[in-house]
């Protein structure tokens, strides 16, 4: 996810600046935490300080600290202060650099694209440490996800259908790198420009190699994936339009601040529309209010119920290349194994 050619265009008035003070109580956050936290390591605290300092153009104090480790695969959490807070995730992947600027591209590329609302980085957003990396954005003042009302179920939607009004020529994003989740995801356009060998060549073969790589995949598992992928112009449906996609759009990856939904932690790309329907409600369920909002603003086609979990094959293979061994891997294991009887 980098460059794209958004850079030198993008219009940051569309980011989001968040609206209370961190001290308030409107801040809800998780729990606050002791002095065992990755970022509350004194170095990386004055390494925040210091980019919090830079983007505000006086001094920032951290004033507090809320964990957010429960709700993130990487170390990550929010440091108080005036006028603003940060949050902050931190990793000491090999590729956590790479990482950190693709998402914050990724972001960058669908706001310029689609006017949507995404966090503000702090200073240059990506911070060098001497074990690690860090990524930085101003917090938000966030409403939970079990604190949604209608109001927010429906910023989602609206939110996602938003993304889907852009559309492109081909399927991909040219050159701009990605990540899903800690694994690269190629982009580059396939020669035939069909949703169909671009979704096998770029999105299921080299997530199934991952998985067969990893030893966690069953071979009649990894079979049956292979038997779907040779056949799919006979299950994806009518070849749609490439479309702007979030990418990863399970329901927690967008934040509802009460006005807006902020979308967080994309891999975007432009594909088919129903791959980030199909994500909304992976982890757990939602409310119909996400669907009749995306409806008023974009069509959902009546076959989209019998493809959902033709869709969710990369998310499947993922999981069980990162956590195979894990009960999220097991469970990934049988979902795939549910959606191979379906499709292969």
Known sequence: MHGWGCRDNYNPARRVSPAMSASRAGW???RLMGL???LLDPETVTAIERAAS???GRRWVSQGFTDLNDRASHPAGVLHGQPFSVFAKFSRASDARDQFAAELA???TLTWLAGIDTPVPVASGVVELTDGWLLLYEALPEVLPRDRGRREWRSIGQALAALHKITNPRFGLGDQRGFFGPLPQDNRPVPANRWADFYRERRITPLLRGAVDS???PPELAAGVDRIAARLTLV???DPQPTLLHGDAQ???????GATAVVIDAAPYFGHPEIDLALLDFFQPVPEDVLDAYRDIANVDPGFPSRRELWRLPSY????TVDGRGPEGRAAIDRLASAISAYG
């Not at 329901?251 to 601040?257: A, D, E, I, W």
């Not at 293979?317 to 069980?320: D, E, H, N, V």
Request: hydrophobic residues 40%; without cysteine.
């Open 36 to 38: 065992a936290h990755a």
């Open 106 to 108: 990724g972001l960058q």
């Open 251 to 257: 329901q927690n990856n967008f934040v509802t601040t």
């Open 317 to 320: 293979l993922a999981i069980i």
């Open 215 to 217: 030893g966690h995949l």
């Open 28 to 30: 809800r956050y998780g």
């Open 236 to 238: 994806t449906g009518p």
């Open 54 to 56: 830079e983007h505000l």
